[in-house]
């Protein structure tokens, strides 16, 4: 069936090194939107990419829209311990086209 | 506004009783969802509705039930409660539909931490 696939599933990083997570989609998409969930919390939106090949920007956050738009990823330079949880990609699929969640990146921030 | 709230935030059922977990947001929000989250599954769509009267199944329906007879509430029924539904539970809502471009947010509750024993 339609799936949103996200690798690694965890990653340890020391404070001060970079961190990425990948997202992939058996179909492509119409857009594809990142969430973050801090630990005990509910996901909170942190972007949306439409544009195939799209690239955006928010401090020390670079999130990209692959060229076919079946891909994405979330880079994270200079980690910090407020970067602490976990980040979803989603992208709209399958019944009602309701968003459809990858499993998840746990980051986990040594100090 | 108080966005997306769930009641209840904890509970602890025995294998077999029926419950109900309650949703209700107050931002005008057409559609409604309520997702379940497990351990390195991420999170997994169980009922969905488009609007006040409209409901329909997402990915992981088996063993609930939803309505939605008004536009702020979308209760999720579990009607007789199994071990596997052991989880955390997420309400959630948004403006418009995910396949448009122009698309907003999808705003979540806190959660419910549900234990069947």
């Known amino acids: 069936g339609q799936q949103v696939m996200q690798i690694p599933q965890y990653q340890h990083v020391q404070e001060g090194e970079d961190f990425t997570t990948y997202c992939n989609s058996s179909?492509?998409?119409?857009?594809i939107q990142w969430y973050k969930q801090r630990p005990g919390g509910h996901p909170v939106f942190l972007i949306q990419?439409?544009?195939?090949?799209e690239v955006k920007k928010q401090k020390r956050l670079t999130f990209q829209f692959g060229e076919a738009k079946k891909n994405s990823s979330l880079h994270i330079t200079a980690t910090q311990t407020t970067d602490v949880g976990t980040y979803f990609c989603?992208?709209?699929?399958?019944?009602?086209?309701?968003?459809?969640f990858g499993g998840g990146t746990r980051l986990m921030v040594k100090p | 506004n108080a966005g997306v709230t769930q009641t209840p935030k904890f509970q602890v059922l025995k294998t077999g009783q029926s419950m109900t977990l309650q949703c209700a947001q107050d931002?005008?929000?057409?559609?409604m969802s309520w997702y379940r989250q497990d351990p390195g599954m991420g999170l997994r769509l169980i009922h969905y509705?488009?609007?006040?009267?409209?409901?329909d199944q997402g990915e992981v329906p088996n063993g609930y039930n939803v309505s939605r007879s008004t536009t702020e509430d979308f209760p999720l029924r579990l009607l007789s409660a199994a071990p596997s539904q052991t989880s955390v539970y997420f309400c959630?809502?948004?403006?418009?539909?995910?396949?448009?471009?122009?698309?907003?947010?999808?705003?979540f509750g806190e959660g419910s931490r549900l234990t069947v024993l």
């Open positions: 959630a809502s948004s403006y418009d539909t995910f396949s448009t471009l122009d698309t907003g947010e999808l705003f």
């Open positions: 179909t492509t998409l119409s857009n």
């Open positions: 990419l439409v544009k195939s090949g």
């Open positions: 989603a992208g709209p699929q399958g019944a009602g086209n309701m968003l459809t």
């Open positions: 931002m005008n929000h057409e559609y």
């Open positions: 509705s488009v609007g006040a009267g409209i409901t």
